[in-house]
């Protein structure tokens, strides 16, 4: 599964210092949801954004922290920040917090192939 976040470029520069220059293997992303959909061990994706533009990702744990003692935001998400993969900008909408993505950011999501795509016209008759 893959999540997005936005955050702000020293944030993002902050994580990515972690894992080259600190070397850790974990950052934790607070959050104040629950993700319900990520799939067992390091198999997800943390897609990261800063200033309307998707930058990148990092691999994501199926883990989750719980700090009861933070109300605000008692999940943590945990990431390996030495497993940061850049990717091509691709504009990103605004939102808070984090969201589930259904395709990879700056590509369309998988469409069926059952139908050709015919941009308004009619198909042509096959009788």
């Keep these: 599964m893959n999540l997005g976040i936005v955050m702000r470029g020293e944030v993002l520069q902050d994580k990515l210092d972690e894992g080259r220059v600190r070397g850790r293997a974990v950052a934790t ?3 104040r949801r629950l993700p319900t959909r990520l799939t067992p061990g390091w198999t ?4 990261a954004a800063c200033r309307g533009v998707w930058r990148g ?3 994501l744990s199926g883990d989750v922290y719980w700090n009861p003692q933070d109300p605000t935001a ?3 998400l945990i990431f390996d920040p030495r497993r940061w993969e850049p990717i091509a900008a691709a504009p990103c909408p605004s939102f808070r917090g984090w969201r589930y993505l259904e395709g990879l950011p700056g590509r369309a999501p998988a469409a069926p192939t059952s139908a050709p795509i015919t941009a308004g016209r009619t198909p042509p008759s096959t009788a």
């Excluded at 997800?44 to 897609?47: D, G, K, Q, S, T």
């Design 74 to 76: 008692p999940y943590a």
């Design 57 to 59: 990702s990092f691999l």
């Design 44 to 47: 997800n994706r943390l897609y």
């Design 29 to 31: 992303w607070n959050t």
